[in-house]
């Protein structure tokens, strides 16, 4: 497994209950982990995980994390039982420390759902050792993506990176009509991804909060679209990239994933 390298990922998690629901973005994740080599552990970046700096989870047991209210009883009785890999972890660490950048490690921090949703519905086994790495919502896309390029490595130690977060993210605008239409807005900054993404337009990609239309509608917050960063340096040096699943759910969500291989 040691020189097998993998893809770096960047996928939408969407609601925590997309591993209840079916639909096309839970039936893609269902495939996703059949489409790559096996890793032999997963470094998974998550949305839902915010800090004053890079942190990693170093728990030999992570619990599962239930970072959400007011869903369907049924969520709260899932758990993602993976083993963690401190070794991982403090690999990890020094490789994001070697480049510049000061890393945390926390002993026994848990999976939360932005990294147990899409992991139960790609590996719902749970044997594979997890990883989780926190985002820094006051540092801007350059700095996640220098933090992606300095844990490159791993992906040819069999490590899958997996970024977990939303191509868009306006829970404010959201609907759960089923009827409802996608927003143009969002439909707009979701081509604007993809046209840059898959062109490696790397200058528009790091400057999208200027660049990108509609930005700042659909990125209130920025914590969300962050992981792809984490994604895009692991991958830079990568000769392919991918659009693999394009979705829109809720008015406001854009459930899109991309591989860089």
Same mark, same amino acid.
């Given at each position: 497994?040691?020189?097998?390298?993998?893809?770096?990922?960047?996928?939408?998690?969407?609601?925590?209950?997309?591993?209840?629901?079916? #639909?096309?973005?839970?039936?893609?994740?269902?495939?996703?982990?059949?489409?790559?080599?096996?890793?032999?552990?997963?470094?998974?970046?998550?949305?839902?995980?915010?800090?004053?700096?890079? $942190?990693?989870?170093?728990?030999?047991?992570?619990?599962?994390?239930?970072?959400?209210?007011?869903?369907?009883?049924?969520?709260?009785?899932?758990?993602?039982?993976?083993?963690? *890999?401190? =070794?991982?972890?403090?690999?990890?660490?020094?490789?994001? =420390?070697?480049?510049?950048?000061?890393?945390?490690?926390?002993? #026994?921090?848990?999976?939360?759902?932005?990294?147990?949703?899409?992991?139960?519905?790609?590996?719902?086994?749970? #044997?594979?050792?997890?990883?989780?790495?926190?985002?820094?919502?006051?540092?801007? *896309?350059?700095?996640?993506?220098?933090?992606?390029?300095?844990?490159?490595?791993?992906?040819?130690?069999?490590?899958?990176?997996?970024?977990? &977060? &939303?191509? $868009?993210?306006?829970?404010?605008?959201?609907?759960?009509?089923?009827?409802?239409? $996608?927003?143009? %807005?969002?439909?707009?900054?979701?081509?604007?991804?993809?046209?840059?993404?898959? $062109?490696?337009?790397?200058?528009?990609?790091?400057? %999208?909060?200027?660049?990108?239309?509609?930005?700042?509608?659909?990125?209130?917050?920025?914590?969300?679209?962050?992981?792809?960063?984490?994604?895009?340096?692991?991958?830079?040096?990568?000769? =392919?990239?991918?659009?693999?699943?394009?979705?829109?759910?809720?008015?406001?969500? *854009?459930?899109?994933?991309?591989?860089?291989?």
């Amino acid at each position: 497994m040691n020189d097998i390298s993998l893809p770096s990922l960047f996928v939408s998690h969407g609601a925590p209950t997309l591993v209840l629901q079916e #639909d096309a973005t839970q039936r893609f994740l269902k495939r996703l982990g059949g489409l790559i080599p096996r890793p032999r552990a997963i470094l998974c970046v998550s949305a839902h995980w915010t800090t004053q700096r890079p $942190t990693l989870s170093a728990a030999s047991r992570p619990e599962t994390i239930y970072d959400f209210y007011g869903f369907p009883d049924a969520l709260y009785d899932l758990t993602y039982p993976a083993a963690g *890999a401190p =070794e991982l972890a403090e690999q990890a660490q020094r490789l994001i =420390e070697g480049a510049g950048i000061e890393c945390d490690v926390h002993p #026994d921090r848990g999976l939360d759902h932005g990294a147990w949703v899409p992991l139960m519905l790609m590996y719902p086994e749970a #044997d594979i050792p997890v990883v989780q790495l926190s985002v820094q919502p006051r540092q801007a *896309a350059e700095f996640h993506y220098r933090v992606g390029k300095a844990l490159a490595s791993l992906r040819s130690q069999g490590v899958l990176v997996l970024a977990s &977060g &939303g191509a $868009t993210h306006n829970l404010r605008d959201a609907r759960f009509d089923p009827q409802s239409p $996608t927003a143009d %807005y969002v439909m707009r900054f979701a081509d604007w991804l993809e046209r840059n993404i898959t $062109t490696n337009n790397l200058d528009e990609l790091l400057n %999208y909060a200027d660049r990108a239309p509609d930005a700042a509608a659909n990125h209130p917050t920025p914590e969300h679209l962050l992981p792809l960063y984490v994604a895009l340096g692991a991958g830079v040096n990568h000769s =392919e990239v991918m659009a693999l699943h394009r979705a829109y759910a809720y008015h406001s969500l *854009a459930l899109d994933a991309y591989a860089w291989y």
